[in-house]
């Protein structure tokens, strides 16, 4: 595509402000008498110096030369990574772009990649991605195989064992385990019997029995003569 096509197709994209700019620009060329702008650099020099100013380039650079993974991943950190350094136009060696990429990630993901010493941006972003894998990979946990589990048989109406590191405690008798308080008054009080239920044959009264009523009376049987 040549310059002027590629003018002209910049100049049916523009909308807005960004149009009424430039039909600016070509009327103040005419009214001076110069000509038309026919340089596809000279185009995107002018659309620059109106839209990109030079603290912008300087603040996409320093974003660029900040720039840290976090916690976000490392797909989004090196798309991250190529969007400003394309955008700043970075200028220097392959090595300088690498150690820059490297030391953006995060620690851990760091030490694997420079274990490999990697020498092009492809080569450490494929090794940051496979070392991102490792770490998230689940860790399986196997169970030794002297381990064994103590077997706890539990029985109603007696209580439960604790279980310790060491095994099982026995069971204990409630007098004999300290942490069950005892109740001595409950141990030694006798069972009292109330008297009250207690009736006499001979009066009919309650709380005494015939042997011991106090209206008891004298009974003398007849006497009989013998023959």
């Not at 946990?141 to 381990?147: F, K, V, W």
């Not at 008798?173 to 409950?186: L, N, Y």
Request: with cysteine.
């Amino acid at each position: 595509m040549s310059d002027l096509e590629r003018i002209r197709f910049t100049k049916m994209k523009l909308v807005g402000p960004a149009k009424r700019y430039w039909l600016k620009v070509e009327h103040d060329l005419a009214n001076m008498d110069e000509p038309p702008i026919t340089s596809w650099v000279e185009m995107r020099h002018k659309l620059k110096e109106k839209y990109l100013p030079t603290y912008h380039k300087r603040r996409l650079h320093t974003d660029w030369l900040n720039l840290r993974q976090g916690p976000s991943t490392v797909a989004k950190y090196m798309n991250r990574f190529e969007d400003l350094a394309s955008r700043c136009d970075v200028q220097q060696e392959a090595w300088t772009t690498v150690t820059k990429f490297i030391n953006g990630l995060r620690i851990k993901i760091q030490q694997e990649v420079n274990l490999h010493a990697p020498t092009t941006i492809a080569e450490a972003s494929h090794l940051a991605l496979e070392v991102e894998k490792l770490y998230k990979a689940p860790i399986q946990r196997t169970r030794p195989a002297s381990y064994n589990k103590p077997r706890v048989q539990f029985q109603p109406g007696l209580a439960q064992p604790r279980i310790t590191p060491d095994g099982p405690k026995p069971r204990t008798s409630p007098s004999s385990d300290p942490s069950i308080p005892k109740d001595t008054h409950s141990l030694t009080q006798k069972p009292v019997t109330s008297t009250s239920r207690i009736r006499c044959f001979n009066c009919q009264g309650t709380g005494h029995v015939a042997s011991s009523c106090p209206h008891r009376t004298l009974y003398i049987a007849p006497y009989r003569t013998l023959r």
